[in-house]
C-alpha cells in the first residue's frame, strides 16, 4: 500500500475510521465529537459527525423522558430508524472521500454497538469506540441546564422543567446502559473510555497512527474555563517599509505598543489571573513580550515563528511580483498551498503549529505574541476558517484578541490599543505596501 504524506504524518492511502461515541446523555460526547471533528479538518483530513439526535429530531422533534424508554415500542422504531439513516449517510459519506466519520449517539448498550460493528467494519472502516463517563452529579446537572434546556428539544418549554425531563431521560438510558467491555466481553472492540473528564483514561487495541493521534487528542481536552489571548507583536521596521519576514527591531511605535501591551492585558485577563506567555524566537515577539509582569512565565517556540517566504525573505510584495510573477500570481491563486521557493506555505505551518494546538489544548490561560500568518492558522483553528479564508483575515497590529473556547463555539472579543501601526494587509492582485483590508472578514 502506498504511503502518503498529510497533514499529520504518514498513513496508509485508505486509512478510514469511524470514531462511535458512547455514553449517557449530557456526558460531553457531541462536544468531544465537534473538538476531534475541528482538530482533524483544520489538519486537512476529511472529517464530518453525524449526530443520531438531529435524525431524530425529524421524527420526533420534541419528546418527553418515556420516549426514551425502551419498552416505549414507538419510540424504540424511531430511535432505530435515526441510527440506520445516520449511518447510511456516514457510509455514503466514506465512499465519497470521508476519512474520520463520527457518529454521535449514545450507542449505549451492547446490541447498539455490535450492530454498528457489523455495519461499519464490513466495508473496511476501522471503528474506534469513545467512551465518555461521568459519575459527576454536580457536572452533569451544569450540562444539563448549560446546554440541553436550550437544545432544540425543549424549545418554547420552561427550563426548570426541561432540566427535570432530561434528568428523567437519562434514568431511562441508565436502566439498559452498560459501559464498554464492562463485562469482559467486548475486549476486541478498539476504544478510549475517559472518566470524569480525563481523571482516569483506559485505551484498548488502538491500531494505527491515525488513531493514536486522535486517542492523543481527545486524552489532552479539557473543560476549565480558560481563554487564549493572542496578539501579533508590535509593529517593526520592516512592516514600516512594507517588507515580509526578517527578524527586524520593532519601531517607535511598536516599542510603545510594548509598553501598552501590560495595560490591555490587566483589562482583559485581570491582575490576579496565571498568565503563561509564548512568543516565537525573533527579535519584535520577544521585544513586545518584554515589559510584561516578571511573574508570568515566558516560553519561546521556534514554531510560532513568521511563515518562511525562502528567496522572498525580506522583500516587498512589490519586489516580488517583479522577481517571481509566476509565484506571486501562484500564491493569489491558492494562497493556503503556495510555498514560497525555500520557504512554507500556510500548510506548511499549520503542521508545524500541531503541537502549539496540542499544548494550547492541555492547557489553561496562555497569550501568544506571534506573527501575522501564524496567527491566521491558530485563529482559523478556533473560529474554524476555511483554508480558503484564513490566510486572508485580517489580523490588525497593535491589537490584542481574546478567545474563549465555549461548549459549541468560540467567543471572541478585541481590545485596541490605540497605537497607530501599518496594515500589513494585501488583498489578492495587489502590491501595495500598506493597504487597508477589506471591511468585513477581519478581526
Ligand atoms: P446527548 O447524549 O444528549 O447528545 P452529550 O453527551 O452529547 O449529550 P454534550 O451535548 O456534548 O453531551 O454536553 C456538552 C457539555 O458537556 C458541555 O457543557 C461540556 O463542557 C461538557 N463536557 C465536555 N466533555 C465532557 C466530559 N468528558 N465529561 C462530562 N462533561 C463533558
Ligand atoms: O508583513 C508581515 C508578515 O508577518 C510577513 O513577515 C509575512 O510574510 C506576511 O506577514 C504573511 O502574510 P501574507 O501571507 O498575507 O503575505
Not at 467512551?131 to 444539563?144: G, K, Q, T, V, W
Request: proline share 5%; charged share 30%.
Amino acid at each position: 500500500m502506498a504511503p502518503k504524506i498529510n497533514g499529520v504524518g504518514i498513513m496508509p492511502e485508505d486509512t478510514r475510521i469511524c470514531v462511535v461515541m458512547v455514553g449517557l446523555p449530557a456526558r460531553g460526547k457531541s462536544y468531544i465529537a465537534q473538538r476531534a471533528q475541528r482538530y482533524l479538518k483544520w489538519l486537512s483530513i476529511p472529517a464530518a459527525t453525524f449526530n443520531v439526535g438531529n435524525y431524530r429530531r425529524e421524527n420526533a422533534p420534541h419528546p418527553s423522558a418515556d420516549f426514551f424508554d425502551t419498552n416505549n415500542a414507538e419510540g424504540e422504531r424511531k430511535r432505530r430508524a435515526a441510527a440506520e439513516a445516520a449511518v447510511s449517510d456516514m457510509l455514503k459519506w466514506f465512499k465519497s472521500g470521508g476519512v474520520v466519520g463520527i457518529l454521535d449517539a449514545t450507542n449505549s448498550t451492547k446490541e447498539r454497538r455490535r450492530w454498528v460493528l457489523e455495519r461499519v467494519a464490513s466495508k473496511g472502516i476501522e471503528v474506534l469506540f469513545v467512551e465518555s463517563r461521568c459519575d459527576d452529579e454536580n457536572l452533569i446537572m451544569a450540562n444539563i441546564r448549560d446546554v440541553k434546556t436550550t437544545s432544540p428539544d425543549y424549545v418554547g418549554q420552561d427550563p426548570e422543567k426541561a432540566a427535570l425531563d432530561f434528568r428523567e431521560r437519562i434514568r431511562n438510558y441508565e436502566k439498559v446502559y452498560k459501559s464498554i467491555n464492562d463485562d469482559g466481553d467486548e475486549d476486541h472492540l478498539t476504544y478510549l473510555k475517559i472518566m470524569n473528564v480525563g481523571k482516569k483514561v483506559f485505551i484498548n487495541r488502538i491500531q494505527d497512527y491515525l488513531q493514536s493521534r486522535v486517542v492523543y487528542f481527545l486524552m489532552n481536552l479539557h473543560i476549565r474555563p480558560r481563554s487564549v489571548w493572542l496578539s501579533r507583536h508590535g509593529e517593526s521596521m520592516l512592516n514600516l517599509e512594507g517588507r515580509i519576514g526578517g527578524d527586524a527591531p520593532l519601531s517607535h511605535r511598536g516599542e510603545e505598543y510594548a509598553l501598552k501591551l501590560p495595560e490591555l492585558v490587566r483589562e482583559s485577563v485581570g491582575s490576579d489571573r496565571p498568565l503563561t506567555v509564548w512568543t516565537s524566537t525573533l527579535k519584535r515577539t520577544i521585544a513586545t513580550a518584554r515589559h510584561l509582569p516578571k511573574h508570568y512565565n515566558q516560553l519561546q517556540w521556534k514554531a510560532l515563528d513568521e511563515l518562511d517566504a525562502g528567496v522572498c525573505d525580506g522583500m516587498t510584495y512589490q519586489e516580488i511580483a517583479d522577481q517571481y510573477p509566476e509565484d506571486f500570481q501562484a500564491r493569489d491563486e491558492d494562497k493556503y498551498n503556495y510555498r514560497y521557493r525555500g520557504g512554507e506555505s500556510y500548510r506548511d505551518v499549520v503542521i508545524r503549529l500541531e503541537p502549539i494546538i496540542m499544548e494550547l489544548e492541555r492547557s489553561e490561560d496562555i497569550l501568544i505574541i506571534s506573527h501575522q500568518a501564524v496567527i491566521r492558522c491558530i485563529y482559523a483553528y478556533f473560529m474554524q476558517k476555511t483554508q480558503e479564508e484564513s490566510p486572508w483575515v485580517p489580523v490588525p497590529l497593535h491589537t490584542l484578541i481574546k478567545l474563549t473556547p465555549r461548549a459549541y463555539g468560540t467567543e471572541m472579543q478585541t481590545y485596541r490599543a490605540n497605537i497607530k501601526a501599518v496594515s500589513t494587509w494585501r488583498g489578492k492582485g495587489s502590491t501595495a505596501k500598506h493597504e487597508d483590508p477589506a471591511p468585513e472578514g477581519g478581526i
